[in-house]
C-alpha cells in the first residue's frame, strides 16, 4: 500500500476529544513544570560535582564535572524561560521559538564548553564528561518518576 494512503487511513481514523474525555486525559497526565526539571538537574549537577571530588580527592575534577553540569543546566534554564514565555501566534509561531530556543540552547552548551578550558583551571575533561552527561540524562530520570501520573494499562 502506498505511504499516501496510510497516512490518508491514519486521519479518517482520528477523533477528537469531547471535554470529558480530555479532563479525564489532563488528569492522568499532568503537565510536568519545566522549572521542576531544570531544578532536578541543577541538584543532579550539585551530586555529581561533590562525588567527583570525593571519589578522587581532587578539587578540580569537582569543578570539572559541575561546570559540566552547569553547561547543561544553564542553557536548559534559557530554554526553559523563552519557551514558557506566551507568545500571540498560534501553534506555527510557537513551534517556531521551539526550534529557536533549541538553537540558543544548542550554542551556548557549545560556546561553554569550549571556553572550559579557559574558565576551569586544571580542568579534567573526563569529570566535565561525567558531569554534562549525568545531567543530561537527569531530564529522562525526572520524567519518568514524575508525580501523581497514572502509568497506562499495557494490553
Known amino acids: 500500500m502506498p505511504a499516501d494512503f496510510q497516512d490518508e487511513d491514519e486521519v479518517e481514523d482520528f477523533k477528537p476529544l469531547t471535554a470529558q474525555e480530555a479532563t479525564a486525559w489532563r488528569s492522568r497526565f499532568p503537565q510536568v513544570s519545566v522549572w521542576r526539571i531544570v531544578a532536578v538537574q541543577a541538584v543532579a549537577g550539585v551530586v555529581v560535582a561533590a562525588l567527583a571530588w570525593l571519589v578522587t580527592g581532587r578539587m578540580a575534577a569537582g569543578w570539572s564535572a559541575g561546570y559540566g553540569a552547569l553547561s ?84
Open 72 to 155: 547543561v543546566v544553564l542553557p536548559a534554564a534559557l530554554f526553559a524561560r523563552g519557551v514558557v514565555r506566551q507568545r500571540p501566534g498560534g501553534a506555527g509561531a510557537a513551534m517556531a521559538g521551539i526550534f529557536g530556543w533549541e538553537l540558543v540552547k544548542l550554542v551556548l552548551c557549545i560556546a561553554m564548553l569550549a571556553a572550559a578550558p579557559k574558565l576551569v583551571p586544571d580542568l579534567s575533561w573526563l569529570a566535565l564528561l561525567v558531569g554534562l552527561i549525568v545531567v543530561m540524562k537527569t531530564y529522562w530520570v525526572a520524567l519518568l518518576v514524575r508525580s501523581n501520573v497514572q502509568k497506562p494499562i499495557d494490553i
